[in-house]
């Protein structure tokens, strides 16, 4: 079977128009595949915002709890699941990470609910560098995260001690002349924070060093909104 000029002629559009289509289809593959990766991109670094956020905020809990080595009370609202967090707020860490990430932040607050955490919502610094489908040209993702902040550990206060009848002086003789009055008093630990995997930490006023790290006494990961 032999070909013609006019078979030639008339086989040339419709190898063109081949063509053109299955460039239109890749080109719409390329959109969707750049959009879903913008989308991972974008929620790895709300991921990644949220978690430094709530990460700052446990840090920020620490001069606290060293300045209320001798408070039992603050120690049980501490280690409480009601417990909020400190005062200071914590979001600017959370713009600090966002664009190393090459995003930035839209929304950042404290949770609300509750919980001891931080919520974010990002938007990708570049958009789609393509308008093949319709909408997306220069279109930015976005993506929210929550991260909160949970005790590893829970405080049991010291039992509070008996007067021994026999050791309790007698108001009417003489204070002990033997006693330094320049000595000072010994305060004794307030409690002890029992935590996961069996650690126990007690909480002595008279010594700082023994205090855990934060993140041995407070957990951060991240949780659906």
Not at 33 to 46: F, I, K, L, T
Not at 187 to 192: E, F, I, Y
Request: charged fraction near 20%; charge should be negative; glycine fraction near 8%.
């Amino acid at each position: 079977m032999s070909w013609s000029v006019t078979d030639s002629g008339q086989a040339t559009p419709l190898y063109v128009a081949a063509v053109v289509g299955l460039l239109f289809v890749a080109l719409v593959l390329f959109a969707f595949g750049e959009a879903g990766v913008r989308r991972n991109g974008a929620q790895s670094a709300a991921d990644a915002a949220a978690l430094a956020a709530a990460k700052e905020s446990r840090s920020l809990l620490e001069p606290d709890l060293l300045s209320h080595l001798a408070d039992p009370d603050y120690f049980a609202s501490v280690f409480s699941p009601s417990f909020l967090g400190g005062p200071d707020n914590a979001c600017w860490k959370a713009s600090a990470f966002a664009a190393l990430n090459k995003a930035s932040v839209v929304r950042c607050r404290p949770l609300t609910d509750g919980r001891w955490g931080y919520e974010v919502s990002l938007k990708s610094d570049k958009g789609m560098s393509t308008g093949i489908v319709p909408g997306t040209g220069g279109k930015k993702a976005e993506a929210e995260a929550v991260a909160v902040v949970e005790p590893r550990c829970s405080f049991a206060p010291e039992p509070e001690s008996t007067p021994d009848p026999e050791s309790t002086p007698d108001p009417g003789s003489s204070p002990d002349t033997d006693e330094d009055p320049d000595s000072e008093a010994t305060v004794a630990p307030v409690g002890k924070v029992r935590c996961d995997g069996g650690k126990e930490w007690t909480v002595n006023p008279e010594d700082v060093t023994l205090m855990p790290d934060m993140a041995d006494l407070f957990s951060v990961h991240l949780v659906e909104n």
